[in-house]
C-alpha cells in the first residue's frame, strides 16, 4: 500500500520554507526520501531508520515518528535547484526489501 | 554515478508483442528493482530481486514477469504488451536493505 504525500503541489518564492509529509497506515522500519527532476531519474536525499531519528545536510532535514508512521521532510530557505519532485518511499521490516514510494510532492522554487 | 544501464531507452511497439527491458548493474548489488512511473502515481513497484533467481511480485506486477540468472541483469517482460503499460519504467539498484536506491535513467515504452 503506496504512502500518502501531502501536499501533492507546492509553489514557493526562493528564500521561503516548505515542508512535505509522508504517512502510512503500516508500521514501518525506514522512511526514504528522494528528488526528481523533469525528465531525469530519482535521486536519495537520506534515509531515516525505525528509532524516530532526524537527519539533515546543508538545509533540507527529515525526521521519522515511527509511532505514528510519519516522516515530514524540511526544506529551509529554499533554493532554485530545491524545484523538482519529491517522493517518500517505506520499507515495512527489516527482512523485507521491498520499496514502496509515494505519489510525489512538486515543488515549484520562483525567483 | 552508479554503474546502472537501462535499455532500450525508448521503445514503441503495438499491442499484444512482447517486451523485453534490460538493466544491466555493474555495481554488484544484491538488490535490484523495477518501477513504472505514470503521472499522479508517483513511482509504483512492479517486480524486485534480492538474489540471482530470488525474485518477488510488487504492487502492480499482473503482466509483467522478471528474471535474473546473473547479478548483474535483472529482465523484465511484459508477455503481451496493452496501451495500459504505455509508462516510463525504471529500474533501480541497492547493495542491502534501507539502504540507498540508485535509479537507471529510465525507459520510456509506447504501446500503440
Known amino acids: 500500500q503506496q504512502p500518502v504525500q501531502s501536499p501533492q503541489a507546492v509553489i514557493l518564492r526562493e528564500g521561503e520554507d516548505a515542508v512535505i509529509n509522508c504517512s502510512s497506515s503500516?508500521?514501518?522500519?525506514?522512511v526514504h526520501w528522494y528528488r526528481q527532476k523533469h525528465g531525469e531519474a530519482p535521486v536519495f536525499l537520506m534515509i531515516?531508520?525505525?528509532?524516530?531519528e532526524q537527519k539533515g545536510h546543508d538545509k533540507i532535514s527529515a525526521s521519522f515518528n515511527e509511532k505514528k508512521q510519519q516522516s515530514s521532510l524540511y526544506l529551509t530557505a529554499s533554493q532554485l535547484s530545491y524545484s523538482g519532485t519529491y517522493f517518500c518511499g517505506t520499507e515495512r521490516d527489516s527482512s523485507a526489501s521491498k520499496i514502496i514510494f509515494g505519489s510525489g510532492t512538486r515543488l515549484s522554487i520562483r525567483p | 554515478d552508479a554503474g546502472i544501464t537501462q535499455s532500450p531507452r525508448h521503445k514503441v511497439t503495438e499491442t499484444g508483442t512482447p517486451v523485453t527491458l534490460r538493466c544491466h548493474q555493474t555495481e554488484n548489488h544484491r538488490y535490484m528493482y523495477w518501477y513504472r512511473q505514470d503521472p499522479g502515481h508517483g513511482l509504483r513497484l512492479i517486480h524486485y530481486?534480492?538474489?540471482?533467481?530470488?525474485?518477488d511480485k510488487g504492487e502492480v506486477s499482473d503482466g509483467y514477469s522478471v528474471s535474473r540468472s546473473k547479478t548483474e541483469d535483472f529482465l523484465l517482460t511484459l508477455e503481451s504488451a496493452t496501451s495500459s503499460q504505455t509508462s516510463v519504467y525504471f529500474c533501480a539498484i541497492a547493495t542491502h536493505m534501507n539502504t540507498e536506491a540508485f535509479f537507471g535513467q529510465g525507459t520510456r515504452l509506447t504501446v500503440v
Open positions: 503500516k508500521a514501518l522500519y525506514s
Open positions: 530481486s534480492y538474489g540471482v533467481k530470488d525474485t
Open positions: 531515516l531508520l525505525k528509532g524516530g
